[in-house]
T-cell receptor
Framework: GENVEQHPSTLSVQEGDSAVIKCTYSDSASNYFPWYKQELGKGPQLIIDIRSNVGEKKDQRIAVTLNKTAKHFSLHITETQPEDSAVYFC??????????FGPGTRLSVLP | EPEVTQTPSHQVTQMGQEVILRCVPI?????FYWYRQILGQKVEFLVS????????KSEIFDDQFSVERPDGSNFTLKIRSTKLEDSAMYFCASSVIQGGQAGTEAFFGQGTRLTVV
């Protein structure tokens, strides 16, 4: 099945700086890649996703880039704010209807 | 904004007891899922459900687990005889059409924290 790796496992940035989280996947047939944000005690919340027919997608301060050849995709957060502090998970499809999640990145935005 | 709701938010049970976790998916969604997250670890797929039957399950979803859609709105996960290692956050999710490779996002509930003592 699909295997998803995610780096770094923890990331601390100063408020206003950018944060980048990278994921790699193993199945070249995968065609949809969501990013989830999980705040303490809450469920994962979809923040952005990308389909394999595009290389980049942006939504305000958040962007995702996809490199199908290298099988990796990255989350970019610009102008980070304290409320961006959370655990971020990438995911990729696992053949059927479910997702395989990466191990997560704990982002801390320091004021 | 429509959301997936789960009850209870926290369940404590004794080892060997049966528990039922409840979920109300988003009303026009057709695919339903249960995922599990052991403390500090990643989210893991358990089972997907469509048209009143299981469509996929992982190796975690063994005979002690079952799912049911008893009426038009609820979706339940039953753990027959709980073990200490079942302690985790259990998330219900739903999608309007097939998720995963079909490229449709799944929306997650807030989760039920199950503690087996």
């Amino acid at each position: 099945g699909e295997n998803v790796e995610q780096h770094p496992s923890t990331l601390s940035v100063q408020e206003g700086d950018s944060a980048v989280i990278k994921c790699t996947y193993s199945d070249s047939a995968s065609n949809y890649f969501p990013w989830y944000k999980q705040e303490l005690g809450k469920g994962p919340q979809l923040i952005i996703d990308i389909r394999s027919n595009v290389g980049e997608k942006k939504d305000q301060r958040i962007a995702v880039t996809l490199n199908k050849t290298a099988k990796h995709f990255s989350l970019h957060i610009t102008e980070t704010q304290p409320e961006d502090s959370a655990v971020y998970f990438c995911a990729a499809p696992n053949y059927g209807q479910n997702f395989v999640f990466g191990p997560g990145t704990r982002l801390s935005v320091l004021p | 904004e429509p959301e997936v709701t789960q009850t209870p938010s926290h369940q404590v049970t004794q080892m060997g007891q049966e528990v039922i976790l409840r979920c109300v998916p988003i009303s026009n969604h057709l695919y339903f899922y249960w995922y599990r997250q052991i403390l500090g670890q990643k989210v893991e797929f358990l089972v997907s459900f469509y048209n009143n039957e299981i469509s996929e399950k992982s190796e975690i979803f063994d005979d002690q687990f079952s799912v049911e859609r008893p009426d038009g709105s609820n979706f339940t996960l039953k753990i027959r005889s709980t073990k200490l290692e079942d302690s985790a956050m259990y998330f219900c999710a739903s999608s309007v059409i097939q998720g995963g490779q079909a490229g449709t996002e799944a929306f997650f509930g807030q989760g039920t924290r199950l503690t087996v003592v």
